[in-house]
Each structure stands twice: as C-alpha cells, then as structure tokens.
C-alpha cells in the first residue's frame, strides 16, 4: 500500500498479554471475552505492531515495541513472545538495517510502545537501536514520562528512552502538528497525557495509526475502554470526535494491539458503529 510519497509496511515486533479486564475497564467478562478469550490468568492475546514508511529520502518507524531488555520476571508477567516476531527480525526481513532508519515517531512513551528504542549491546551497554534516527514524541508527554504519576509509573520505564534525549536525537512537538506534506500528528490525552495519533493523507487515502485510543477493534465500541486510561471520560470524547469523522470520511484504521486485525474500515448502522473490510498492508 501506498499513502503519498510513502510505501506502507507492517512490522510485527512481538506478542504479549494483558489482562482482559485491564483492557476492557467497567465492561464485565461475559462480554469482553466473547471476542477476546483469557487464558488461566485472565489474560488476553495482544501484539505489538510498527508501521514501516519509506519514501525516496526517508525510513520512518511509528512505536517500536517492547524491546529484548526486560527481565525474565517481567516478560512473565506480560506473557512476552518473541519466538515467532522480532523488531530486528521483521526489520531484516524488510531488507531494512537499523542504522537506515532515519526517523522514528513515538506515540507515547509507555513500555510497549518505546521499549524497542534502545536495547544491551554485546557489552551489555545500553545503546540506541536506531543511532542514526531522530526520534518524534509530544513535549508535553516527555514531561509527563520524567515525572510520572503514582498511578501509572510502572508503564515508564526510563531506559527506554533518556538516552534519546543524551545522544541529542529527540525532537519535541507542542500539540497538533504536521510531520511533512502527508504525515500530521493528533493529540489525545484519555489514555496519557499527549498521546500522539499519527495521520497519514493523500487525495485517494487516509489512514489513522490509532495507538492505545483504539488499541484494537473491540475497543471501537464506545463504553470500551482500557482501565489503564488515567482520563476515561476524556477517552470517551476523543473516541465520539474520532468516530465521526472516521465514519464520515472512510478512513482506514491502523491497530497496533489487535492480535487479529491489522487494518479496517468503520460504516455507521442502526445498531451503532461497525467495522468492515479488514485487510492487511502486505500479504503474506
């Protein structure tokens, strides 16, 4: 797929779990798990889904995963698999080194979604993945991500990303941005403060990366929403203001959560929003 001067491709970083309840707030089991069934620890399938952009001048990677340096206690918890998907893998499979990545757009700085923006070198130092890329985030959430809530602290994990600001490789944004001619950045802030969605338009195309405010499409459903937002009602808002216009004007939406689903439409029914024609960028 193609959206402007870019080519679209997916990256697959890993699996991993979390419970089902977390993921689904106030909504009871009976109904969650019709569509997302727990194993013995209440815990649902979840992946964690890059998105690759590359035009003539440009490699761009939006979020990257969990990364290879948690510890074993940690990848427990969160039931982490790399067996099948790694960041580095998909990346080589894509004829893609790390040192060509040329940018890297981070939604937000939770550990799932920046873990992968460092990792251990042979040393067991801790260096960047992508030394050469200057890495995109919201000023306003780096902040948040230096000094976080007792609430939600145990999402930012510092190692992940201090040394993008030491090796002089962050860039900050102050609110609603456009990256370049095709790319735009949303601000949301339900799920964290200044969570970025990454828009991506053209005259025939637009597609949403919608990061954790539609983690995957059983969230589409507005009383959906993760017991991880710090500002649910907030959620709700940003989702009906979403909606609407991704209903209105056809766009494709992006999943970075969503184990089954890589992409789909929303069209407006008499029993509410529903999602149609999943597709995937690249065919396997």
Known sequence: MKIGNYELHTVQTGLFKLDGGAMFGVVPKPLWSKTNPA????????????????????????????????????????????????????????????????????????????????????????????????HHLQKRHWEWGQNPSERDKASFMPENYNLIKEKGMLKLYDGESKFDEVISLHTVSGHTPFMQLLKLQDQNNTMLYTADLFPMTSHIPLPYIMGYDL??????????????????DNWLLYFEHDAFTETCRLEQTERGIKVIEKMELNKR
């Not at 001048?57 to 206690?73: E, F, P, Q, T």
């Not at 998909?90 to 920046?114: C, N």
């Not at 649910?232 to 209105?248: A, D, G, M, N």
Request: hydrophobic share 35%; glycine share 6%.
């Open 231 to 248: 500002y649910p009602l907030t959620t709700l808002e940003e989702k009906k203001k979403f909606e609407s216009q991704i209903v209105k």
């Open 39 to 134: 194993d013995e620890k209440n815990r649902i399938d979840m992946c964690m889904r890059s998105l690759l952009l590359i035009s003539e001048s440009k490699k761009i990677l939006v979020d990257n995963g969990v990364g290879r340096k948690m510890s074993a206690k940690l990848n427990e918890i969160y039931g982490v698999d790399h067996s099948v998907y790694t960041l580095e893998g998909e990346l080589e499979k894509l004829g893609i080194k790390p040192e060509e990545i040329t940018d890297v757009i981070l939604t937000h700085l939770h550990f799932d979604h920046a873990g992968g923006s460092t990792k251990l070198d042979k040393n067991n130092e801790l260096v960047l993945t992508f030394p050469n890329a200057v």
